[in-house]
């Protein structure tokens, strides 16, 4: 039989590719429609007890209360430390900041000032998921570094809309009356922050208008979402708030029963249920996966003005539980497996998790601090995380082993909860029995707190410290 019209020597040539199993694709490699979208959605200073679903009495926190119902809500979730720079630094890298010089005992966090910021060596959770062909962003606080180098944009993130640091820093007005921390809300000003606002590199606004910086954020992420549904996205949306300064839109104000820092977390949840629903408007929840947790506890001393870690000892700047443990929500319909867990996680745990949904090899000419709980979020198994390491700058002060915490050194923060103690014999806690940390139980349990020096011993003995990067300040 003859055939009317020649075929094309173009197909001709795809007909023999696929014959074949050759791809035809020209990169290297592809993206896959299994491949679940990354949203993780960081507060700044939220506390424990800061979330309705969590506890709090006038804190309405209706969109993420719905995460929690219809995902994962964690009891035992920790972040990598107890202050903002090092806390971002372990999340994106999936390990401890001691290991790449993201702590120090001289600084705690980056200024606008400081020489540098996360070494390039370091493979971002962004660069990772590159390799699966993820879309990525960084939207809101990143502080890993102010200069160009040490921007999002050099560290895998296609696209940056956020400040480089801390919404208190670059403060151009001094207070009377013993300073900033005693000031009401109505003498602060955003005006008083000259906080850049970045658009990749491009400073497009500043001072950056932080009444409404909260709302926008969201409105990013929405637009970004909706600009890159084609393909496998990871959006990390870092919040800079409710760090003080306190500051939220019209809109919000006068909302919450809690006064502005329940206006604040308010309008963090409405954001929140905007994004779920652009989400769910593009057809995309199915294959979407939320998470929503906070960089450390809060900042108690700012009293009304800061939150609360609830029944948990402590906030912000301490190993006490108040300080590294947070609330921490899954969500995701096609994926996540509703339910409570009490089981272990960690900040550090998502770049390993989200590596293994993506299909991406973890690295492994480096030692990594993060466990695979996918078993967890997909199927409620026990997760593969047993422990927990508290660090303070480059010293470990503490570390959790199942339901016990020792602590071999204790000390509080911003003038509360005590000078520095090193104990002789580690102070012990069961967390599960007593999250409050009150009942010393050294005394009778020999034995676990054995268990638990070796459980320091191993990790120490194979321990290499980085450079400090975060001593050095221009």
Not at 241 to 248: E, N, R, S, T, V
Not at 312 to 326: H, S, Y
Request: net charge negative.
């Amino acid at each position: 039989m003859k055939v009317s019209k020649r075929i094309s020597s173009p197909i001709i040539l795809i007909l023999f590719l696929i014959f074949f199993g050759i791809s035809v694709n020209s990169n290297a490699q592809t993206s896959s429609n299994d491949q679940p979208n990354f949203i993780i959605i960081f507060a700044d200073d939220l506390g424990y007890g800061d979330l309705s679903v969590y506890g709090h009495p006038t804190i309405n926190t209706p969109n993420l209360d719905r995460m929690a119902y219809e995902g994962q809500k964690w009891t035992n979730f920790y972040v990598g430390a107890s202050v903002c720079t090092p806390s971002r630094a372990a999340l994106l890298t999936g390990r401890l900041p001691v290991r790449n010089g993201m702590a120090s005992n001289k600084h705690r966090v980056l200024f606008p000032d400081s020489k540098n910021g996360l070494p390039a060596s370091e493979i971002t959770l962004a660069e990772q998921l590159k390799k699966a062909g993820y879309n990525t962003a960084c939207i809101g606080k990143w502080h890993l570094g102010h200069k160009e180098q040490y921007l999002p944009t050099n560290n895998g993130f296609d696209y940056y809309f956020g400040i480089p640091y801390s919404n208190d820093m670059d403060r151009v007005v001094e207070y009377p009356d013993g300073g900033y921390w005693n000031q009401q809300n109505e003498d602060i000003k955003t005006e008083h922050f000259n906080v850049p606002l970045l658009r990749n590199t491009e400073i497009v606004e500043r001072p950056a208008n932080q009444n409404t910086i909260t709302k926008r954020y969201s409105e990013e992420t929405i637009s970004y979402i909706k600009k890159h549904k084609d393909k496998p996205f990871f959006i990390y949306l870092a919040h800079n708030l409710p760090h003080i300064p306190l500051f939220a839109s019209k809109e919000a104000m006068g909302k919450s029963k809690r006064g502005l820092y329940g206006d604040v977390v308010e309008e963090i949840d409405d954001g929140v249920g905007k994004i779920l629903k652009a989400i769910e408007s593009e057809g995309l929840a199915d294959n979407t996966i939320v998470v929503f947790t906070s960089d450390n506890g809060p900042w108690l001393p700012f009293k009304t003005n800061g939150g609360s870690a609830g029944l948990l000892r402590a906030g912000k700047g301490t190993t006490w539980e108040g300080g590294m443990r947070e609330p921490a929500i899954f969500w995701g319909p096609g994926h996540i497996k509703p339910g409570l867990v009490t089981e272990l996680g960690s900040t550090m745990d998502l770049f390993t998790t989200f590596s293994s949904m993506a299909g991406v090899e973890i690295p492994q000419d480096r030692i990594m601090d993060g466990y695979d709980l996918s078993e967890t979020l997909l199927n409620h198994n026990p997760s593969s995380r047993k422990s927990v390491l508290y660090y303070r700058g480059t010293d470990l002060f503490a570390a959790r082993l199942g339901d016990y915490k020792a602590h071999f050194i204790t000390q509080g923060a911003y003038g509360q909860f005590g000078e520095r103690t090193e104990h002789q014999t580690p102070v012990l806690y069961n967390l599960n029995h007593d999250p409050s940390e009150q009942y010393n139980l050294a005394e009778d349990n020999a034995e676990i707190l054995q268990q638990i020096k070796k459980l320091v011993q191993d990790h120490k003995s194979k321990l290499v410290k980085g450079k400090d990067q975060l001593a050095e300040r221009e």
